[in-house]
Antibody
């Protein structure tokens, strides 16, 4: 059974940093692209960042480019999102999602339950 | 930059009725990289359809996707009580993007 378990969400002040983690199990992690998608409370879905199976291609939404860094450790079956210079508009549930295949250009076929990041003074 | 517009914003229907949800792209979606997701309150989204018309694993056949280019449709042939939820379309090319969502509510 595929499982994606996010952790690291917290209440943080504007301008501070936070690192989210996603622990994956139930599939061959290094065969698939992975992504983060966020959802502000009561709002729609926003893709944040994605990474191919071998980390050769990493892409970011314009809203987080230059502030967030996505990485993966295939030996640990883990995905990470380093978030710097956080803003109130980054407040959202952050979902770890699995791509349906190894590269970009695949839908997101499994999702974690999300971790809440709140940016407020 | 591509924009996905979903309509209507809210669809009020009764169980057993047919639901037709629209997703329109501001430019052609390459390779029909268009997916539909269902999200229930307090839950993560679930993949329903990808490639515009291919049902994901385990999705009932009352859900069907169609369309190409810039106009796509998700049809639920007969609404079951568990189908009342919010539905999002997504283009999943190099910079994935979601539409604003359509809420299907009980009339």
């Amino acid at each position: 059974e595929v499982q994606l378990v996010e952790s690291g969400g917290a209440l943080v002040q504007p301008g501070r940093s936070l690192r989210l983690s996603c622990a994956a199990s139930g599939f061959t992690f290094d065969d698939y692209a992975m992504h983060w998608v966020r959802q502000a409370p009561g709002k729609g879905l926003e893709w944040v960042s994605g990474i191919t199976w071998n980390s050769a291609t990493i892409a970011y939404a314009d809203s987080v480019k230059g502030r967030f860094t996505l990485s993966r450790d295939n030996a640990k079956n883990s995905l990470y999102l380093q978030m710097n210079s956080l803003r109130p508009e980054d407040t959202a549930f952050y979902y770890c999602t699995k791509g349906r295949d190894y590269g970009s250009g695949s839908p997101f076929d499994f999702w974690g339950q999300g971790t809440l990041v709140t940016v407020s003074s | 930059e591509i924009v996905l517009t979903q309509s209507p914003g809210t669809l009020s229907l009764s169980p057993g009725e047919r639901a037709t949800l629209s997703c329109r792209a501001s430019q052609s979606v390459s390779s029909n990289y268009l997916a539909w997701y269902q999200q229930k309150p307090g839950r993560a989204p679930r993949l329903l359809v990808y490639g515009a018309s291919t049902r994901a694993t385990g999705i009932p056949d009352r859900f069907s996707g169609s369309g190409s280019g810039t106009d796509f449709t998700l049809t639920i042939s007969r609404l079951e009580p568990e189908d009342f939820a919010v539905y999002y379309c997504q283009q999943y090319g190099s910079s994935p993007l979601f539409g604003g969502g359509t809420k299907v509510e009980i009339k």
